[in-house]
């Protein structure tokens, strides 16, 4: 299983990148360009199971990106994190079919409860 983090913020490294317990469980960082071209190539290249996505990164580009991820991807699963508390985001975003909305800051038990919660659902499904 493979979880791909489109991020810059290390904190949110930090806490994605930790020891899950899970077997076979490879996490790569991307923070290379902000290009959406890029990002759509090295996501559809690593073809990852987990997605976690820094709107804080891509802003304001974030929900296009999503959007055409999704278009491409349709059973990946989704962490969008932000520290845009607006409603509108909200909105936009959890229409885009994401998994697991978080506000920074993160709370690293938080993040590591959904990144398991994924990882169980998408292993008893079959991929």
């Known amino acids: 299983m493979q979880i791909l983090v489109i991020s810059n913020d290390v904190e949110l490294i930090n806490t994605v990148s930790c020891p899950l317990d899970v077997e076979d469980c490879i996490t790569k960082i991307y923070n290379n360009s902000r290009d959406p071209l890029d990002i759509m190539?090295?996501?559809?290249?690593?073809?990852?199971?987990?997605?976690?996505?820094d709107d804080d990164f891509l802003?304001?580009?974030?929900?296009?990106?999503?959007?055409?991820?999704?278009?491409i991807m349709q059973k990946v699963a989704i962490i969008f994190v932000t520290s845009n508390t607006k409603i509108e985001l909200g909105r936009e975003i959890s229409q885009l079919g994401v998994y697991f909305y978080a506000l920074k800051p993160l709370e690293n038990d938080a993040m590591i409860d959904a990144l398991r919660s994924i990882i169980n659902l998408k292993s008893k499904v079959q991929y």
């Open 59 to 71: 802003k304001p580009q974030t929900s296009h990106i999503l959007a055409s991820i999704k278009k």
């Open 41 to 53: 190539s090295t996501v559809c290249l690593a073809n990852p199971t987990i997605l976690v996505i």
